[in-house]
């Protein structure tokens, strides 16, 4: 909880832990066996970044983070350290914080999507896990799109440009070089496996704008962006894929 302008993560009878704004930028690892509450520290810190006005973005792997959404309730454990360890005193109430839900596959959020040409050919190729010579033959595909005023938005499109500058090698190999197909064949099966995955879903348009994460509700409190990643965590591809690409 944020309180004497600082976020107060832990406290016994003797002493508190507090994490100074100031220094809120740092890496961090919350570590912990079943049970010893790294969930309700992350929650902590989520909300108490959004009572200062900061957004937040969460990666929610089981589901029990939507609550922040929600006016807590109490029970016989929290009144008792309520009363324990003067959290009333600190300013302690229940209450509702602002929360955006985000799901790549549009089911439980808000669907997120992002443009192949802005991905761009680099991080597609350590995405795709390209050789060299594969990412030479990407990256001549964009640069082929690019030269036209052709927009790479989903798997579709990439697919296509990969055919055509194969076909018309002969046009484009004066100018960049060897177009292998045996590399173009590569890149279009590692693109299957992407799309196995929910590449279809993810690729596309409206593109999300990453000034989409960073905003405040009108209270000035920082909206809470959770993205929901149950069934996510079961596409290593794509998750990786957006992870990179924020």
Partial sequence: ?????????????????????????????IAG???????????????SFSDLGVPVFLADMKGDISGLAKVGSG????TKNREKYGLDDKGFKFKEYPV???????????PVRVTLSEMGPVLLSKILNLSEAQQGVLNIVFKVADEKSLLIIDMK???????????????YESAYGAIAEKS????????????????????????????????????????INVLDAQKLSLSPEIYSTFLLWM
Avoid: Y
Avoid at 1 to 29: D, Q
Avoid at 157 to 171: P, Y
């Fill in 100 to 110: 955006e839900f985000w799901d790549l596959f549009g089911e439980k959020g808000l």
């Fill in 1 to 29: 909880m944020f309180a004497e302008e600082k976020i107060l993560i832990g406290c016994n009878e003797n002493t508190s832990v507090s994490l100074l704004p100031k220094l809120a930028n740092r890496h961090g690892l």
């Fill in 184 to 223: 173009a064949n590569t890149i279009l099966r590692s693109l299957i496996t992407l799309e196995d995955q929910g590449g279809n879903e993810f690729f596309g348009e409206p593109a999300l704008v990453l000034d989409d994460f960073m905003r405040v509700d009108d209270n000035g409190k920082g909206i």
């Fill in 33 to 47: 066996a079943t049970g010893t509450g790294k969930t309700v520290t992350l929650k902590v810190l989520a909300e």
């Fill in 75 to 78: 029970n016989d454990f929290i």
């Fill in 157 to 171: 499109d990439l697919k296509s440009m990969i055919n055509h500058v194969v076909e018309n090698k002969a046009e």
